[in-house]
């Protein structure tokens, strides 16, 4: 089955402790696409300046992504520019010039209206529900948001979650969501406002899924995903995105939908996740194999799993 | 088989967002002791005062743990005060009085001498050695440090750690050890100072065992068990030490030692750090049974495990 994702696409300059590169394809909705095209049929949603060339969008094209969502404006692209150093977990955002992206309006071209899922990327949450309300079929809606929403527009926000089926963000996000430090309790709060089950993401310690009761199963019981213990994280841009990208991702290439379904999608999203970190930019995204994927895969199982 | 555990008996007086306890039997000896009591035989050796009565010892008593190694000076008992706020991962102490403990001098009972395993908790790595160094027959020694003998004492440390099988330290402390910033790097630090196999505690999100090249089995890939998500963690106090006594004592009640032994060992830390915090003091591991303990590695299998 197919998915859209509405997000940014953007040029990056990053630079981290393992070295620097400049203007390179970044943004929530590329992150997600290349990550999620190994599972499923991926049409993306997004805008883009005159600086968007073909050479750019043929990294779609040759994953297969359809690109007939994105909008070509006049001006630039979102540029971003953001420093890690020690500490890999957070950048220090260097410049950020929205440009195009400023005014984006997403509209869902009429071929996508036949989608079966949909993820909304970290995007203000009065578009993404604006879009959600323009795909009334979609059997199932992932959606990401950020602290600069949680604070700025929390009633925005409030509608937007009642509209989506699963929230993807990470803990302190969680928690200052919920007005709640305790992590178990801040999610059963956050179910409470809307999706049926949420993903918290903890970086280097993976990621934990809490359903509300009776959703996709039986019982409330969480599951807890690793992430890989890697030695040299060299970008840690579009993570979050890329483990976004393999957990719809996964979940859209099943005939089913329960909670086994998006128990494997979360050691998914961590496998993306950890191939995404590996090199800069998108880089590693754009060249793996499913075979490459599925050994991961059993890595993280062996990593976790008694005999 | 047994193992002996080297450590601290103490009162504490602790106060969380909970509630709070005064003057209850505390000490990383008796969390240890108790947590492991329920897969093998224990022997402690610690020190205590004259305010220790027969209704504290015979919390080891009940619980089979031999008493013979503790060692009754003039003086009292080592007393710790403690609150935990908001963040319950740390707590602020409010007084430290050593008494007894500040010039405490293991020593094994000559009824300890063919005891297979021993652990030595977190205290002067000095002491820690000469532990080691008498008790010459032992199969396996597991060893806890922190933060003030990595700063202030790193020679002796570097001692005590070529002598240990396996070091139980959390993320802040392997780093320091290591002068590391990136953990599976700083992982393979520690373990070229001597252990064979590095546990790494990060507190709620669990705890990765790191292998040394060849020990204990094949590879070197580390191996992640989780921590559960817990609404209310009553009183973290001896969280780490109840750890330590669930994977040392299921370890030690094993016939054979390999790494699929060690990644059990490692739940079954977790599960008995889950049961220490969900009441003050020791109070939860003084009155758990088998099946109590086997129905939450259970709930711990079904948080990690796909079908």
Same mark, same amino acid.
């Given at each position: 089955m ?14 981290? $402790?393992?070295?620097?590169? /400049?203007?390179?394809?970044?943004? !929530? ?6 990550? @999620? ?5 991926? +049409? ?5 300046? /005159? ?11 040759k ?5 007939? =969502?994105? /909008?070509?404006?006049?001006?630039k ?13 957070? @950048?220090? !955002? ?5 440009n195009?992206?400023? !005014?984006?309006?997403p509209?869902? $071209? ?9 993820? *909304? ?10 879009v ?18 949680? &604070? #700025? ?13 699963i929230? *993807? ?5 969680? &928690? ?8 178990? +309790?801040?999610?059963?709060?956050? *179910?409470?406002? =809307? ?5 918290? &993401?903890?970086?280097?310690? #993976? ?7 009776? @959703? ?15 030695? /040299?994280?060299?970008? $840690?841009?579009?993570? =979050? ?7 719809m ?13 998006? &128990? ?11 191939? %995404? ?17 599925? %050994?991961?895969?059993?890595?993280? +199982? ?6």
């Open positions: 197919s998915i859209v994702v509405v997000g940014s696409v953007a040029f990056d300059s990053i630079t981290s $402790p393992s070295g620097k590169a /400049e203007n390179v394809l970044g943004g !929530s909705a590329t992150y997600f696409s290349l990550a @999620a095209s190994y599972f499923t049929e991926v +049409r993306v949603v997004a805008v883009v300046g /005159e600086d968007f060339t073909a050479e750019e969008e043929s990294v779609f094209r994953r297969g992504v359809d690109t007939r =969502g994105i /909008e070509h404006a006049k001006g692209t979102f540029r971003w520019g953001g420093t890690y150093s020690g500490n890999l977990n957070e @950048a220090k !955002s260097d410049f950020t010039d929205l195009v992206f400023e !005014s984006f309006q509209r869902i $071209p009429s071929e996508y209206e036949d989608t079966e899922f949909l993820f *909304l990327a970290n995007i203000q949450p009065t578009l993404q529900a604006d959600r309300r323009q795909l009334n079929g979609v059997h199932l809606t992932g959606c990401d948001t950020m602290n600069y929403w949680i &604070k #700025g527009t929390p009633k925005e926000l409030a509608e937007t979650l009642k509209l989506v089926n929230l *993807l963000i990470n803990d302190t996000e969680t &928690k200052m969501l919920a007005g709640e430090s305790n992590l178990p +309790r801040a999610a059963h709060k956050v *179910l409470a406002m =809307g999706p049926q089950a949420l993903v918290i &993401k903890h970086g280097e310690y #993976g990621a934990t899924i809490f359903f509300r009761e009776g @959703a996709f199963g039986i019982g409330h019981h969480p599951f807890r995903a690793p992430a890989l213990p890697i030695e /040299e994280v060299k970008d $840690p841009t579009g993570a =979050g995105d890329s483990f976004a990208g393999g957990f991702g996964y979940i859209a290439s099943q005939d089913e939908l329960n909670r086994e379904v998006l &128990k494997r999608a979360l050691f998914y999203g961590g496998v993306m996740g950890s191939f %995404a970190v590996e090199r800069f930019g998108t880089e590693r995204l754009q060249s793996l194999t499913r075979d490459e994927i599925e %050994a991961r895969f059993q890595v993280f +199982r062996e990593l976790t799993h008694l005999q």
